[in-house]
């Protein structure tokens, strides 16, 4: 193996190197903040699932009031948390895809610092630019999972209030039959 000669080693210890690479690492950092916070989301999607599971067999079991206006809710809402995991799961996959398009292009800077030429100058530049085309992905399907769980909310919400006025109103039915004719 030929030892580096001097200008080799010069451009390899030049700082060009390390400044270049910053804005790939912050990138990836960003990749790193966004893939925590999406596995977090996929775990609550997964405990909503869990306890989406618990109520139906409850219902199957008779252990809980208005059995059919509950199994309505459960199976639209059941619908909803399999179309947000597959969101979460594929905002993911273009986030891990993004940060090793970031990680890419940061090595693909210093080789290109250390030995590259003006016909692969393009290449840390295509690496970054193609794994923000990731990151957008990634933003935009985390953008419509997290407008597709305020529908989720709503729904819930509504579906607590028609419990609400369900028991109001079952209060003031058992409130006029106990009253002396």
Request: with cysteine.
């Amino acid at each position: 193996m030929p030892i580096p000669d001097h200008e080799t080693l010069e451009a390899l210890s030049n700082a060009k190197i390390l400044t270049s690479m910053i804005t790939p690492a912050v990138l990836i950092s960003a990749c790193g903040a966004l893939i925590f916070s999406t596995s977090a989301r996929l775990a609550r999607i997964f405990d909503r699932v869990h306890m989406l599971k618990g109520e139906v067999e409850a219902l199957l079991e008779g252990k809980l009031s208005f059995p059919e206006e509950r199994m309505a809710m459960l199976k639209v809402q059941t619908r909803k948390q399999r179309t947000r995991a597959w969101l979460i799961q594929k905002a993911m996959a273009a986030l891990y895809t993004a940060t090793v398009l970031f990680v890419a292009s940061s090595l693909a800077i210093a080789l290109n610092v250390a030995y590259g030429s003006s016909e692969t100058a393009w290449l840390p530049s295509g690496l970054a630019l193609l794994g923000g085309i990731f990151l957008l992905a990634a933003s935009v399907l985390l953008l419509y999972e997290s407008r597709y769980n305020l529908r989720f909310i709503e729904r819930h919400i509504d579906f607590i209030t028609f419990l609400e006025e369900s028991y109001e109103k079952g209060k003031k039915e058992k409130a006029k039959d106990s009253r002396p004719d």
